[in-house]
């Protein structure tokens, strides 16, 4: 699945989508796609990342405590 690095605009591959969707991680594996050759992966945390139409992730895969009111 790629999406985009809200900082950079840069497009990334997620490696691990598991760690995607748990909300309780925090960071999530992902590839680089600018350039011509494909960039080591690396963890990047989760806050950082927007689909490439620009809207935010989905609460339910950042906030394991997104049901619980405060």
């Given at each position: 699945m790629f999406l985009k690095e809200m900082r950079s605009g840069d497009l990334v591959d997620v490696v691990?989508?598991?760690s995607l969707v748990?909300?309780?991680?925090?960071h999530v594996?992902?590839?680089?796609?600018?350039?011509e050759d494909?960039?080591?992966p690396v963890?990047?945390?989760?806050?950082?990342?927007?689909?490439?139409?620009?809207?935010?992730?989905?609460?339910?895969?950042?906030?394991g405590y997104?049901?619980?009111k405060p």
């Open positions: 691990d989508m598991s748990n909300p309780f991680t925090q594996t992902v590839q680089y796609q600018s350039g494909l960039a080591d963890a990047i945390d989760k806050q950082q990342l927007a689909f490439p139409s620009g809207e935010d992730l989905p609460e339910c895969w950042i906030n997104y049901r619980v």
